[in-house]
């Protein structure tokens, strides 16, 4: 599958930057895209291998930062996705993450994270700001960090974390 190659982007003098000031790369992505993220999510690792092997190495690392793998929620911390990680804290209810969001105008995240912990008003949002790519990857995570909640209060089930 060679649909979408990221070019490599030059990154300058990205090591002189001052340590206290938060990098936050863009989130811009074709639709087949988020898609295959969203499918990724689902479990289907060859997409998971096509986003890492063509550039989209976020995305990798947030759908196992969804799973809660703390290494990927480091690396997204680190490596200029903070707002990915605030969308993912915020879906699992920290209010601190979800205001982070609003404060800084991530209302695409904010409502995504939203619509994930349950508010049926993200999902609207969404709906009616958003695409049909969004709504449906917004869709997905949610039905994994359901499947997830589900596994932790199984008394039946031993946890795997």
């Not at 690392?61 to 605030?86: F, S, V």
């Not at 904010?110 to 508010?119: L, P, S």
């Amino acid at each position: 599958m060679k649909l979408f190659r990221r070019k490599k982007k030059y990154k300058g003098d990205a090591d002189k930057k001052p340590a206290a000031k938060l990098s936050v790369k863009p989130l811009e992505y074709h639709p087949k895209i988020l898609l295959a993220w969203a499918k990724g999510i689902e479990g289907n690792q060859e997409l998971l291998n096509y986003l890492l092997e063509n550039g989209y190495k976020e995305l990798v690392m947030a759908t196992h930062a969804i799973r809660l793998k703390d290494k990927a929620r480091d690396w997204l911390m680190e490596n200029g996705y903070p707002h990915l990680m605030a969308m993912i804290n915020a879906a699992e209810g920290n209010k601190q993450a979800l205001s982070w969001l609003r404060k800084n105008n991530f209302h695409l995240l904010y409502n995504m994270a939203r619509a994930i912990d349950g508010d049926a008003e993200g999902f609207k949002w969404i709906n009616t700001n958003s695409t049909q790519e969004w709504f449906y990857l917004t869709k997905v995570i949610k039905e994994v960090k359901d499947e997830i909640e589900m596994g932790h209060n199984d008394i039946h089930k031993r946890s795997t974390d």
